[in-house]
């Protein structure tokens, strides 16, 4: 079993800045994969990275990136040069197989 | 279908009503996840389907809960007797089947139950 913690209920930053979201999260498997998915107003969840746990490079798409600590459990997403179109609510996830345990979510407002 | 695709989008419901809620994967996925959303909550595994079975139901919080999946593509989400708990985002996945795969989500079914 999986079980994830995102500590910040809420994040605002200003248009062209960066945001950090912390996510910790615990599990036994030694195999298992990282996983941030965006969820706007449309409610439909979006994929914006994910991580294998054996490997040590931080995966990076576009402005978005990860900062990936295995020993301290740890897999925050930082998003750079913040756009409008980032507000929504981000969720960190972790999978081992095929079911994925979410944490409780941040709420992301980028201010103009 | 080009995505996955849910219906009703919204569902408004007295309590002790039976609700069914449907979806459509992406054609060719084996696998689909129905997920719950809570008001202001993460995501709460409800039940896994790879091809017409359903290796994992764990999720189901009680008996009053029961999904189906039909040929290998549309699932139909069932709650009997319906209670003011029951209100949530419904949520559909699905994937092409393998382990850690990217999930592909439908828009959810809102729920509310009077």
């Known amino acids: 079993a999986q079980t994830v913690t995102q500590s910040q209920p809420e994040m605002s930053v200003q248009e062209a800045e960066t945001v950090t979201l912390s996510c910790t999260y615990d599990t036994s498997e030694s195999n298992y994969y990282l996983f941030w998915y965006k969820q706007p107003p449309s409610r439909q969840m979006i994929l914006v990275i994910r991580q294998e746990a054996y490997k040590q490079q931080n995966a990076t798409e576009n402005r978005f990136s990860v900062n990936f600590q295995k020993a301290a459990k740890s897999f925050s997403l930082k998003i750079s040069d913040s756009q409008l179109g980032d507000t929504a609510m981000y969720f960190c996830a972790c999978s081992n197989d095929y079911k994925l345990s979410f944490g409780a979510g941040t709420t992301v407002t980028v201010r103009a | 279908g080009a995505g996955v695709s849910q219906s009703p989008s919204n569902k408004v419901t007295e309590k002790g009503k039976d609700v069914e809620l449907r979806c459509d994967p992406i054609?060719?996925?084996?696998?689909l996840y129905w997920y719950r959303q809570s008001l202001g909550q993460g995501l709460e595994f409800l039940i896994y389907f790879q091809g017409n079975s359903a290796p994992d139901k764990s999720g189901l919080p009680s008996d009053r809960f029961s999904a189906e999946r039909t040929g290998g593509s549309v699932s139909t989400l069932t709650i009997q007797r319906t209670q003011q708990e029951d209100s949530a985002v419904y949520l559909c996945?699905?994937?092409?089947?393998?382990?850690?795969?990217?999930?592909?989500f439908g828009s959810g079914t809102q729920l509310s139950v009077l």
């Open positions: 054609s060719g996925h084996t696998a």
């Open positions: 996945a699905s994937s092409r089947g393998g382990d850690n795969e990217k999930l592909f």
